[in-house]
């Protein structure tokens, strides 16, 4: 047989590529979907596209007669092709829908928010916002809860139905739904909400921790913590104490969770710090995505610095920015990561809120033994992380590098996380933070781009980079201003979110569609970059839009109708009525 030059250049790796080892820690126990030869041999070869598509199959037969298959595929063929792969997968794989269209009958299109809505157009957007949810709500096909056919997927077989993200994200993810529960909220979807925490903690009952997302192959790494953020919002509108106090020990074992296994106790200027990194043990390529580790890693000669490299990818993966400049080091390189020495602003200022929150749980409860026990880890824990992360000169918080002792100056979102969680509900605080981040915000020209906030300065090509606006970024400056309590921080924090939902509602006219990001620089334009094209749907960044309406455009309730407030001055978004701000408070 004949073989093109690319067949030839793909048959070529495989051959030279040495075998996964058995020394690697793999993504999880399956022999299909997250190690092995097979898995090694059909991903490199890249049958689709993507390759989140193929461990996202139906295996039609049993895991021990496909691997015959597979061996008998090897034994027989000297050099395998692309084309001997898709007829592999073609006879053992079939991609079958694990997921149902689904919704609760808490669904409503004419929610009570929207006659709140003091905006005409935004009342419109919101309005045109609700139908999506329909669109993005699945449930667990109900043969697949049985054991003996759900062996056959990577899907996790989560009890109740979710919202998804959209697009390739088929399955929940963890800190999406953080978004999207906020969304729901405002729709009235209370019993959806309720069942997706439900999963979660599902999840932590049976993994001890909330994964990357539902798929199997997610099981090595978790995501940024927000399931105790997610029970605070849904127990502000519920008063559930009874459904509290039965859950509010798995709550308790997700946070062990993150201090065990994710907190690291380290020294700077003689003065001890414990907080939280994100840090994968899993040294194998992410499945989902095991060609492009491979090859980000291949150039590494040593095993052990490739084994590195993959579990940096990984820990990359578990922050939510999967990549970012945030993570590497001079060359800004992926296979230059370093993820696991760096202390996130965001991850611990989650976490601390989170301690907040269950110990004002388990208050609620009565148990003041463990309310106390948790206030004291909130306490220690905020206090490290303002002093070790927090810059007086700068004002505002900065990741910091545990291999170098130094933080990483550069601008992102994320260092706005502590105003947006209110660590320090003390307004003679949190004002002049807030007014601190303002000047932080002008000095770096963050104003100036008309599609939103950027996630960094730097243009890498990755998506957590410029010229990316992603929308819980948007949420976490603009919320954190808001909720500093300034004066001057909240006027910008209501221009900023006007801004945010202009260009997704003219995007969104135009297009029908919400995308997962956007293009800072060109409003009106979707994100790009990364390892996969733009993805249409969108959870969050609906939720993300109902959050800043429902924050800054809503009246309160019994609050009466007024077309005054419905004037052209709510409606203006240009870059001069900024730089006339600027001018008047002289910032």
Not at 32 to 52: A, E, N, R, T
Not at 116 to 134: C, G, H, N, Q
Not at 540 to 550: A, D, K, Q, R
Request: aromatic share 14%; proline share 4%; net charge positive.
């Amino acid at each position: 047989m004949k073989l093109g030059i690319t067949s030839l250049f793909q048959v070529f790796i495989v051959c030279s590529l040495p075998k996964p080892t058995i020394f690697s820690t793999p993504s999880c126990s399956s022999r299909i979907y997250c190690q092995g030869k097979l898995l090694h041999v059909v991903q490199l070869l890249k049958p689709f596209k993507d390759s989140k598509h193929f461990v996202d199959m139906m295996m039609k037969h049993d895991e021990k007669v496909i691997h015959t298959n597979f061996n008998n595929l090897v034994k027989n063929t000297k050099n395998i092709t692309k084309n001997d792969v898709k007829e592999f997968i073609k006879n053992n794989f079939v991609m079958e829908d694990e997921l149902e269209i689904w919704h609760e009958d808490d669904f409503n299109e004419n929610p009570e928010i929207l006659d709140r809505i003091t905006v005409p157009k935004y009342r419109r957007f919101a309005k045109d916002l609700m139908p999506i949810w329909i669109f993005l709500g699945r449930r667990i096909r109900r043969h697949i809860l049985h054991k003996e056919f759900n062996s056959r997927y990577s899907i996790i077989p989560v009890p109740y139905g979710f919202v998804v993200p959209g697009g390739r994200f088929r399955e929940f993810y963890y800190w999406d739904s953080y978004w999207i529960v906020v969304g729901l909220l405002n729709s009235d979807m209370v019993r959806t909400v309720k069942g997706m925490l439900e999963n979660f903690l599902w999840l932590v009952d049976n993994y001890g921790f909330v994964p990357n997302g539902g798929r199997i192959y997610y099981l090595n790494r978790s995501q940024p913590p927000l399931l105790l953020m997610m029970v605070n919002e849904y127990f502000k509108v519920t008063k559930d104490t009874t459904w509290l106090k039965k859950n509010l020990p798995l709550m308790e074992k997700e946070l062990k969770f993150w201090l065990e296994k994710k907190s690291v106790t380290f020294h700077v200027n003689n003065t001890r710090y414990t907080l939280a990194r994100y840090n994968v043990g899993s040294s194998t390529p992410r499945p989902e995505s095991y060609s492009e580790d491979y090859h980000t890693c291949s150039g590494l000669k040593q095993l052990s610095l490739r084994e590195k490299c993959y579990r940096e990818l990984k820990s990359g993966a578990e922050s939510g920015w999967d990549f970012s400049s945030r993570w590497m080091t001079g060359r800004r390189t992926l296979s230059d990561m370093m993820v696991s020495s760096i202390i996130p602003v965001d991850l611990n200022a989650f976490l601390v809120e989170s301690f907040h929150i269950i110990s004002e749980f388990f208050g609620i409860v009565g148990d003041d033994n463990k309310k106390k026990r948790w206030a004291s880890v909130h306490e220690a824990w905020r206090k490290d992380l303002h002093q070790l992360l927090y810059n007086e000169e700068d004002g505002i918080w900065y990741d910091f590098n545990k291999a170098t002792l130094k933080q990483n100056k550069n601008f992102y979102p994320s260092n706005f996380a502590p105003l947006w969680v209110n660590m320090f509900p003390d307004r003679n605080i949190s004002q002049p933070l807030g007014k601190k981040a303002i000047k932080y915000l002008i000095k770096h020209n963050v104003f100036m781009y008309d599609g939103g906030i950027p996630t960094s300065l730097y243009e890498t090509g990755e998506q957590w980079d410029l010229p990316n606006a992603w929308p819980p970024l948007q949420s976490l400056i603009i919320l954190g201003l808001h909720r500093s309590g300034d004066a001057t921080a909240k006027h910008y924090a209501r221009r900023l979110a006007e801004r945010w939902i202009d260009v997704n509602q003219a995007l969104f006219d135009n297009s029908m569609v919400m995308y997962e990001k956007y293009n800072s620089e060109f409003p009106g334009e979707a994100g790009s970059g990364g390892e996969y094209e733009v993805q249409s749907g969108f959870g969050w960044t609906n939720g993300v839009i109902l959050e800043l309406i429902g924050e800054f455009f809503v009246r309160k309730k019994g609050e009466l109708r007024s077309s005054s407030r419905c004037n052209s001055a709510i409606q203006v978004n240009s870059i001069i009525s900024i730089l006339v701000f600027i001018s008047r408070y002289k910032l």
